[in-house]
């Protein structure tokens, strides 16, 4: 009778804290101007955070080499003769299967802003012809192919041009690794037109696994045909450790269950022995030394497997997310949990690659399944299962100033796939359950350099945008280090619509291994229905020292809100450690 008893007060007190905590939600999604973000999407800001941190530690952005073009000119500049031919079409003569190859070159030969159509070509004329093409195949990455001139009859009006196709004979490895996977690798094959940014995409496939190094090695054939040059491709490749293993410490934790959180992290090279990469990632915030007044722990574990097939690379992601928090009583202190599953599935594919730049399309589905207790009851109420598919185009370009440019924009979608469920939202307040959320993400690296010193500025934003009623856990969060630098997360802003924008100059050091001393200025807005006046508005600056060896990495900083509006005026002081081996 007493068991029946304290049961049915356990199951009121369950139900009584899942009313109030959907109500205090309510007073803070109604409020824009309100300081204070409810527990769950305090805690959705946790998962989502430490999701991020974990992917950028598991990949890396591969860095393209500025361009070093043979020719910037992209017109014709003939010289008058007082033999020449009018030129009215230019035609090219190629094998069948590479006229797709070259179709770039007789579109540019034939453009009037090249100015040979129309022109009186002459000896002199033809040969700078012959060469401005011979430019053209080797900016575009035929480096083995050729542009020849055969005998013809100009009073036509045509300037036929042959090209001699440069292809690949065959594919070897180096006698010390002949283990090596080229299967799902290499984006060119045997007899296929030799391209350059076709050998850079297969060295990027190489060289995915942890700590390898790989390159492609280029020379002449013994395979002959008039129509053709050959060259055979070695593959060389240098596999340092299978595995690798980082333990980190830092105070990037979240406010209610702990800053100061520590790691480890597991790169295994090649599970699969098909140049692919595993990464696994987990953790904990450190009870013993964080300052929080109840009990509170954070737990993630992170799984993230890479596999590329030619142009294509496919990415699996898993996340295990789990907390738990005191909530202060009057005569009980009830224990809050929460448990976050996300699966994620990406398939990108390699649209456009040139000397300098390249365009990736990726399509992409995940499920996320949330749940929450107090006392190990479970809260029904605030069950949260949604799924989702997301769409985008990534850019990259390296300019001649050995500047970097990353932009990556797409959208989201929310869908009723695996099971999803509406919102929790939707018993307070109005809500979609499967919004349309536009994102955007974008950095700018800049080096400046003198005779003895080295400088430069770092330029990042992200941002979203939706015309939808976004449920907690999507809505876009400034007011933490992440969002806005200089901010210590103790008060947060939240909208359905959010930019970020931040500024860093960086000193280096003179030195052997990479020391910098940088300040940055990051600014935030946040608003229901868009960036406008009634948007909220955050400014922060870090003043901050890092550095990078082969084995240990330091980042640490002094922040500062220089325009609060609302949120946490408190300095604070940032820093992370990692060591690997």
């Known amino acids: 009778m007493v068991a029946t008893k304290h049961a049915a007060a356990r199951t009121h007190k369950a139900m009584l804290l899942a009313v109030l905590l959907p109500l205090s939600t309510s007073a803070f999604a109604n409020t824009s101007q309100s300081t204070n973000l409810n527990l769950i999407q305090n805690q959705s800001l946790a998962e989502q955070r430490l999701f991020t941190q974990a992917q950028m530690a598991a990949e890396t952005r591969a860095i393209l080499p500025a361009s070093v073009g043979v020719s910037s000119s992209q017109s014709l500049d003939l010289p008058n003769e007082s033999v020449c031919f009018n030129i009215q079409q230019v035609l090219l003569d190629v094998a069948d299967d590479a006229k797709a190859d070259f179709q770039f070159l007789a579109k540019k030969l034939n453009k009037k802003s090249t100015g040979l159509i129309g022109s009186c070509v002459g000896e002199q004329g033809l040969q700078k012809i012959i060469d401005f093409a011979y430019y053209q195949i080797l900016n575009q990455g035929y480096i083995t192919s050729q542009v020849l001139l055969k005998p013809q009859d100009l009073a036509s009006g045509q300037l036929v041009l042959s090209v001699i196709a440069g292809r690949v004979a065959n594919i070897y490895r180096t006698l010390d690794d002949t283990n090596i996977s080229l299967h799902n690798a290499m984006s060119i094959k045997t007899y296929d037109v030799l391209n350059l940014r076709k050998l850079e995409q297969s060295s990027q496939n190489l060289r995915l696994p942890y700590d390898t190094q790989a390159m492609i090695h280029i020379k002449p054939s013994d395979k002959t045909n008039e129509n053709a040059g050959f060259s055979d491709l070695i593959v060389q490749r240098n596999k340092g450790n299978k595995i690798g293993t980082q333990l980190f410490v830092n105070n990037f934790g979240n406010q209610s269950t702990g800053v100061h959180q520590s790691g480890i992290g597991l790169n295994i090279a090649e599970p699969l022995w098909s140049n692919d990469n595993l990464y696994v990632q987990y953790l904990s915030t450190l009870d013993g030394i964080n300052s929080t007044k109840l009990q509170a722990n954070n737990q993630n574990l992170y799984l993230n497997y890479r596999y590329p097939f030619k142009n294509w690379q496919l990415k699996l992601s898993y996340n295990y997310n789990r907390y738990t928090q005191a909530l202060a009583g009057l005569n009980h202190n009830p224990i809050y949990k ?42 029904l109420v605030q069950r949260r299962k949604s799924s989702n598919y997301r769409l985008a185009l990534d850019f990259e370009k390296t300019f001649y100033n050995q500047s970097k440019l990353a932009l990556e924009g797409g959208f989201s979608h929310g869908i009723g796939a695996f099971d999803a469920l509406p919102s929790p939202e939707r018993y307070y307040r109005d809500v979609d359950s499967r919004p349309l959320i536009w994102q955007f993400t974008g950095n700018y690296r800049l080096p400046l350099a003198t005779a003895n010193h080295r400088f430069g500025l770092n330029t990042r934003f992200f941002g979203q945008y939706s015309r939808d009623n976004l449920p907690t856990a999507e809505q876009f969060i400034i007011g933490d280090q992440y969002a806005v630098r200089g901010f210590d997360g ?37 608003s229901a229905d868009g960036l406008g006046s009634a948007s909220k508005q955050a400014t922060g600056a870090v003043l901050g020292y890092r550095f990078m060896t082969k084995r240990l990495s330091f980042d640490g900083f002094i922040g500062k809100p220089m325009r609060a ?17």
Request: aromatic content about 12%.
């Open 565 to 581: 509006n609302g949120l946490s005026k408190n300095a604070n002081v940032g820093f992370q450690i990692a060591f690997g081996y």
């Open 338 to 379: 929460g448990k976050t599953v996300r699966k994620q599935a990406q398939l990108s594919y390699l649209l456009y690659q040139s000397g300098d730049s390249k365009l990736t399309g990726i399509g992409e589905i995940s499920h996320k399944d949330s749940k929450y207790y107090i006392d190990d009851l479970p809260i």
């Open 490 to 526: 103790k008060r947060l802003a939240a909208g359905n619509n959010g930019l970020v924008v931040g500024q860093e100059i960086y000193y280096q050091l003179p030195v052997k291994n990479p020391h910098q001393f940088y300040t940055a200025i990051d600014q935030g807005w946040v």
